[in-house]
């Protein structure tokens, strides 16, 4: 076994914080949700709100 087929590359990640706020549920108007991921901000928060549909706005 070659030392490339022991330790594969892995993909690039770029770390990101975020916080956004969910514009149309009123009992969380003023507050902010925060997060961390190696992905797209917008791809996690899509699936932290699942098919609930709720507009969201990414303020960080």
């Known amino acids: 076994m070659s030392k490339q087929e022991f330790f594969p590359e892995k ?8 916080a956004y706020k969910l514009s149309n549920d ?9 997060g961390f991921t190696n992905r797209t901000a917008q791809g996690r928060i899509r699936e932290q709100i699942g098919g609930t549909r709720a507009e969201f706005q990414i303020v960080i």
């Open 11 to 18: 993909a690039e990640a770029i770390p990101t914080i975020y």
């Open 26 to 34: 009123t009992s969380h108007r003023s507050k902010l949700k925060i």
